[in-house]
């Protein structure tokens, strides 16, 4: 699955640019508070109308300070994945649990220096896991390839029936890193600055998608 970062579109053309990128499977929708990390991006008005706006699953990234008080709403308007962050949920069940009712997909991330280990017993309660390969705030940001040791360790959780998620990774992924994140195990791959700085989004899409998919090896 290839989720294209409007972080990298013209926010000014939001429709237009999901648009662009008919064929994707998801749309990944980076909401950032400017306190849990140092950037500011979008909030929940600019979600319900992109959802009016486009057929494309939304996946909201949830890059926000008490998440427990505000990812349910995003649920609720509609998103198909809500992903909040382990380092800033105080009760990550009951959100997963809040997410599902009210519809969505319950996703958990982790920054890049944050272990998962301590996190596998929440992730029973969470449909996708969201492995950050670049610090949370900006795009076009170079990969961290170590965090595919942690991609690496969740694909054996799912494969031996630990865990049922879908993995998820974001941050510097363009036609050169992917095929090693396919490899190691990813399912769900955000591109931001690959597919909105490309001459045509939709072919880098395609692109991208026939890169991830000659290197999958686990069973889909
Ligand atoms: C960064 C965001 C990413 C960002 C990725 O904090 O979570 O989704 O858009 O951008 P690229 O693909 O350019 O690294
Ligand atoms: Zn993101």
């Known amino acids: ?117 301590p996190h596998v017993e929440v992730l029973k309660h969470y449909d996708t896991l969201l492995v950050m390969s670049v610090e949370p705030g900006f795009g076009g940001q170079r990969f961290m390839v170590e965090v595919l040791d942690k991609v690496r360790a969740a694909r054996r959780l799912v494969d031996t029936g630990h865990l049922k998620l879908i993995l998820e990774i974001d941050g510097g992924i363009n036609a050169d890193t992917i095929e090693q994140a396919a490899e190691a195990g990813v399912d769900c791959f955000v591109a931001g600055s690959a597919v909105y700085d490309a001459e045509d989004p939709g072919r880098a899409v395609e692109a991208l998608r026939a890169l991830a998919s000659a290197h999958t090896t686990h069973l889909r």
């Open 1 to 117: 699955m290839i989720a294209p970062s409007i972080l990298s579109a013209d926010f000014a053309r939001l429709a237009d640019e999901a648009a662009a990128v008919a064929g994707s499977d998801w749309l990944h929708v980076d909401v950032m508070d400017a306190h849990f990390v140092p950037n500011l991006t979008l909030g929940l008005p600019v979600v319900t109308s992109l959802r009016a706006a486009t057929d494309i699953p939304l996946d909201c990234h949830l890059m926000i300070d008490d998440p427990d008080r505000w990812a349910v709403g995003y649920a609720e308007a509609g998103a198909h994945n809500v992903t909040v962050h382990a380092e800033a949920a105080e009760d990550p069940v009951a959100i997963a649990k809040d997410l599902r009712a009210a519809g969505a997909l319950a996703g958990l991330s982790i920054k890049p220096g944050t272990p998962l280990e």
